[in-house]
C-alpha cells in the first residue's frame, strides 16, 4: 500500500481553507482529473459521493467515498466504499498559526485492485499530490485573495 504524509503552511485563514477543501462539489472546477463528482448524502458531518477520474490512457475511473469532516476540530477523513482501489484513506487537518496563515496536514494510503493502475500511481503519485496541492492552493488564491 502506497502512503505519504505532506504538510504544508499556507498564507489563509483555516476555517476558509477547510471551507474550500469540503466543498467536494466544485472538485470539476479546479481539479483536473475530475471530471464530476455525484453527492448521494450529505449531513452535517459526513457526505457520500462518487468521483469520476480522467487520466491520460487510462479508461475512466469511479471512486466511491463516505467522508467524515468536523467543521469545529477543521479536519476531514475520507474512507473508500467502492471502485478500482483495495483501499482509500485521506486525511486533512486544518490548525491555525494566526488568522491568515494555515499549517495543513494531509496525509493518504492507497491500494489499487489492479496491478498496472497501482504501478502508474505509485510512478505518477509526487507528480499527482504535487499538482492536487497546488490546485487547492490556486483555488484559495483565486476565492480569498
Known amino acids: 500500500m502506497k502512503s505519504s504524509i505532506r504538510e504544508e503552511i499556507i498564507s489563509h485563514n483555516a476555517k476558509k481553507l477547510f471551507d474550500i477543501v469540503i466543498d467536494i462539489e466544485k472538485y470539476p472546477n479546479f481539479i483536473p482529473w475530475c471530471s464530476n463528482m455525484k453527492v448521494y448524502s450529505k449531513s ?49 487537518n486544518f490548525k491555525p498559526i494566526n488568522n491568515n496563515q494555515t499549517r495543513i496536514n494531509f496525509a493518504v494510503k492507497f491500494e489499487f485492485k489492479n496491478y498496472f493502475h497501482q504501478k502508474i500511481a505509485e510512478t505518477f503519485y509526487n507528480l499527482i499530490e504535487n499538482k492536487m496541492i497546488e490546485s487547492f492552493k490556486r483555488r484559495a488564491n483565486n476565492i480569498l485573495n
Open 44 to 92: 452535517d458531518n459526513e457526505i457520500y459521493a462518487d468521483m469520476k477520474v480522467l487520466y491520460s490512457f487510462i479508461v475512466p475511473l469511479t471512486f466511491s467515498s463516505h467522508v467524515i469532516y468536523d467543521n469545529k476540530k477543521l479536519n476531514i477523513q475520507t474512507t473508500y466504499l467502492e471502485g478500482p482501489l483495495k483501499n482509500l484513506q485521506t486525511k486533512w
